[in-house]
């Protein structure tokens, strides 16, 4: 099939009036209503594999996707992202949709929040799509034996294909609610209505088998042709994150990450073991990716500034390429994202992430910086180069910066466009011009090379008591590609996981990331502390080439002084546990 997932709206609108059966959903609708009325049965769907491609890449279009989507059908936060939730962004979208401000910044979020807030939180069991995917997946699963067009090795990699994608609709739900209903087969309307929690373990479990099951029948990396379908690479990364999410502290530990945790929510004992599985992840990848190559780091075609951030900026916006192990994809063209373009000057990055990023030389950037008497430029230097790690710039818009239709930033409070915010913009997946986005078909990186990298290396650190030589070159190669120097050695195990916990904040800046790293640490101090912004005044008003800076404090979060663990996972809404078919509440909830 050429160009996969070329344009997915299309392909996922033809199959939609393909399928006749009934669409399982855990929501409003427990069994929805028959998704068409075309006549089309399972059999005849099964009858050609052109066909039956179609009900798997329906499923493929039901996978999470990071960035709200025009049309308000994917708008997690109500057009908003994750990062505003963690220490990384704040919002300052005060409207009725938004959900960090009405929800988790005054501490509304609950099991009985308003219809009106329904659909605003970070993850809302029950209307979520997750449960589509899986539901698609199996269906294609249990039929494909039909398709009399293609080879036992076809039909071996796409029920492999369909395995993945029901093993990443549970990985994705693990993140936010713990264990949830497994299903093991399509549901059939006439089927009881009995799906029980599953424990932790259990989803855990049930996730490494189906990815268990798929590697040895996946391709290790697609064609052009067939760019965006599950691979080998991916799911084994798959593997190592979610390993790497059940053996960290929060739910891998004797004590109860909070009073009301139970077996739905973690393991309930510590076992070393779980980060030694993890390891083994990590390992067998890198002996796969020894073998078969294919994968590396994007590498910047010249040893300057701009062409280290231009490396960087392939890697997670290019489809294809050799550094994205997973890509969902929900349309082709980047005019898909116009929701997310109008509401970027209402929120912005945090002073507080922006001090994270080193100097160019790769020494860290002062916690004391004096910003009203900077003793060098916090961001360019006077020809204009910049002065900090690259990923700074590709990450967030700073003063003084070119930004999305190719004009100076309004980020000073004399640019005649200015509005209040904080002092910063997002710049990933925006970008400065529109040559930038221009031909360049848009994705949700899932799940990239560096991560697998890090998580190795965060394996290595918590199993062995401390990094070792192979712990430290899978952060250095990160750290290379930018331009910063190798780590410095004979860090202790705490000092290298901090290291590395920064290290993922810097790359993975609104990849969905560092909330997850938070959490499953249990970084209370991460999520009280106070956040800063940074006011800047230029010399000119449209084209400032010098900066005048001062810091303000951005308003408390309602945990900052009532802190409660239950913020780590998602409450499930009272009236999806009314259905009764086996969903329990989250702890605190």
């Known amino acids: 099939m050429k160009r996969f997932l070329f344009s997915i709206l299309i392909i996922a609108a033809m199959s939609l009036s393909a399928i006749s059966c009934s669409d399982i959903r855990f929501g409003d609708k427990f069994l929805g209503e028959q998704p068409e009325s075309s006549g089309a049965n399972l059999d005849t769907m099964f009858m050609t594999a052109v066909n039956a491609d179609k009900v798997l890449t329906k499923a493929y279009t039901y996978l999470p996707y990071g960035l709200p989507t025009s049309g308000g059908a994917y708008n997690k936060l109500g057009v908003n992202i994750l990062e ?30 308003s219809s009106s807030s329904q659909g605003s939180e970070a993850y809302r069991f029950g209307s979520e799509l997750e449960y589509y995917a899986i539901r698609y997946a199996w269906i294609y699963i249990e039929n494909c034996s039909k398709i009399p067009d293609i080879t036992d090795a076809q039909r071996n990699e796409r029920i492999a294909e369909a395995k993945t994608i029901i093993a990443l609709a549970y990985a994705e739900m693990l993140r936010y609610m713990g264990g949830v209903p497994l299903l093991d087969h399509s549901i059939d309307a006439n089927e009881t209505m009995s799906f029980p929690r599953a424990t932790f373990a259990q989803t855990v479990d049930y996730i490494v088998q189906l990815l268990d099951e798929a590697i040895p029948d996946l391709n290790w990396k697609q064609t052009d042709n067939d760019d965006g379908r599950m ?26 990450w909070h009073p009301e945790a139970n077996e739905y929510t973690c393991y309930g004992n510590y076992d070393k073991e779980r980060w030694k599985a993890a390891l083994d992840a990590g390992e067998e990848f890198f002996d796969e990716l020894a073998r078969l190559g294919q994968y590396g780091l994007t590498q910047p075609a010249e040893d300057t500034p701009e062409a280290r951030r231009q490396a960087y900026r392939s890697g997670y916006y290019d489809r294809g390429g050799t550094e994205v192990l997973i890509s969902t994809r929900r349309a082709y063209d980047n005019a898909t994202l116009n929701d997310f373009y109008g509401q970027r000057y209402y929120s912005g990055p945090t002073l507080n992430y922006v001090n994270m990023f080193p100097w160019d030389d790769g020494s860290d950037f002062p916690e004391d910086f004096n910003w009203e008497a900077p003793s060098r430029q916090p961001f360019f230097d006077a020809n204009g180069t910049p002065t900090r790690d690259p990923r700074l710039y590709e990450n967030v818009t700073v003063p003084g910066e070119i930004y999305f239709n190719g004009t100076v930033a309004p980020l000073h409070i004399n640019h005649p466009g200015f509005r209040l915010g904080s002092g910063f913009s997002q710049m990933k997946f925006i970008l400065q011009y529109d040559s930038d986005r221009s031909g360049r078909p848009i994705q949700w990186p899932y799940l990239r090379l560096p991560e697998v990298m890090l998580s190795y290396a965060e394996a290595l650190n918590e199993y062995n008591g401390g990094p070792n030589e192979t712990a430290y070159r899978q952060i250095n190669e990160v750290r ?22 920064r290290e993922r904040a810097l790359e993975f800046g609104f990849e969905e990331v560092r909330w997850f790293d938070l959490v499953r640490y249990g970084r209370e101090a991460d999520f009280r502390k106070k956040l ?24 408390d979060r309602f945990w900052v002084n009532t802190w409660d663990t239950k913020w780590y996972l998602a409450p499930v809404p009272q009236n999806e546990i009314n259905k009764n078919y086996g969903m329990t509440q989250n702890p605190g909830w």
Do not use: C, W
């Open 84 to 113: 505003a939730l963690s220490d990384l962004h704040y919002s300052f979208r005060n409207n009725i949709s938004d959900g960090p401000v009405n929800l988790y910044y005054n501490g509304a979020l609950g099991a009985n929040i």
């Open 231 to 256: 691979t080998r690479a991916g799911a084994m990364g798959l593997k190592l994150r979610v390993l790497l999410f059940a053996a960290s502290p929060t739910f891998n530990s004797a004590t109860k």
């Open 480 to 501: 290379a590609r930018v331009g910063l120097p190798a780590l410095q050695e004979g860090l202790t195990q705490e000092e290298f996981r901090e290291a590395l916990l």
């Open 532 to 555: 800063y912004g940074l006011s800047s005044k230029g010399n000119d008003q449209n084209n400032p080439t010098a900066f005048t800076f001062s810091t303000y404090e951005l308003s």
